[in-house]
């Protein structure tokens, strides 16, 4: 029902850290379950992250754990995905999800990539 807006995406160089911003209009982060995923060229859609509602648990792809966070900023409504020591293998098309009435509502995507 919402739109969610993407930030932050770019190119850096492999080692670097980059912090991915989801600032949905329409409905506030805490009372949904908010999901990062990401398609890499030439790939399918790769499930990342999620953050619960009623929790602060989170949980992790196998791929991203211990390199990636997610989490929100209920002051100011937003979700983010803080990503660390980047790989060339992070380069992708990152989308910020939410679940909403039975179905998953998708940000645009944002690119990043990651290169020397």
């Known amino acids: 029902q919402g739109d969610l807006v993407e930030s932050g995406g770019g190119l850096v160089r492999p080692g670097d850290s980059l912090r991915l911003s989801c600032a949905p209009s329409?409905?506030?982060?805490?009372?949904?379950?908010m999901t990062w995923v990401r398609q890499a060229p030439g790939k399918g859609l790769e499930w990342l992250s999620g953050?619960?509602?009623?929790?602060?648990?989170?949980h992790y792809a196998d791929s991203v754990k211990g390199r990636f966070t997610i989490s929100r900023d209920i002051a100011t409504n937003t979700v983010y995905l803080q990503m660390n020591d980047l790989t060339s293998e992070d380069t992708g098309i990152y989308f910020c999800?939410?679940?909403?009435?039975?179905?998953?509502?998708w940000g645009q995507g944002l690119q990043v990539t990651v290169s020397s």
């Open positions: 329409g409905f506030a982060v805490s009372s949904r379950y």
């Open positions: 953050i619960f509602s009623g929790t602060t648990n989170t």
């Open positions: 999800n939410a679940f909403i009435g039975g179905q998953f509502t």
